[in-house]
């Protein structure tokens, strides 16, 4: 019976585990693929489909230090840059860290 009951306790431990594992790699995957669409955009130079991964209230901050609030703001900045100095540049993401919730507040755009 002891053994039993040890073996289904085991059993309950590594099932939520899963489920808050698959639930943490989902979030993670959001958070990955809204930063590859910025890239896919930044790299077309068209930011006309924004709305599908930022917020309204996007909080972007540039390669010099600069930090334009709201999505509108943001690609009207962002459309200037790139018919100007970054024209013709594309970058390339080589490596990607997602912190966890604790760290790092991440909310999905709302559509």
Same mark, same amino acid.
């Given at each position: 019976?002891?053994? $039993?009951?040890? @073996?289904?306790? #085991?059993?309950?431990?590594?099932?939520?585990? !899963? $489920?808050? +594992?698959?639930?943490?790699?989902?979030?993670e995957n959001?958070?990955?693929?809204?930063?590859? !669409?910025?890239? /896919?955009a930044f *790299?077309?130079?068209? @930011?006309?489909? #924004?709305?599908? @991964?930022?917020? /309204?209230?996007? *909080?972007?901050? *540039?390669? @010099?230090?600069? %930090?334009? %609030?709201?999505?509108?703001?943001?690609?009207?900045?962002?459309? %200037?840059?790139? !018919?100007?100095?970054?024209?013709?540049? +594309?970058?390339?993401?080589?490596?990607m860290d997602?912190?966890?919730?604790?760290?790092? #507040?991440?909310?999905?755009?709302?559509?």
């Amino acid at each position: 019976m002891k053994a $039993a009951t040890i @073996f289904l306790l #085991a059993i309950s431990v590594l099932t939520v585990s !899963s $489920a808050v +594992s698959a639930q943490t790699s989902n979030k993670e995957n959001e958070v990955r693929k809204a930063v590859q !669409s910025f890239y /896919d955009a930044f *790299n077309t130079h068209g @930011f006309g489909k #924004a709305a599908e @991964f930022t917020r /309204d209230d996007w *909080n972007h901050i *540039n390669p @010099f230090g600069g %930090r334009t %609030r709201g999505r509108s703001a943001t690609v009207s900045d962002l459309n %200037r840059v790139h !018919s100007t100095f970054l024209k013709g540049v +594309s970058d390339t993401v080589e490596e990607m860290d997602v912190a966890s919730k604790k760290k790092l #507040a991440y909310r999905p755009p709302e559509i």
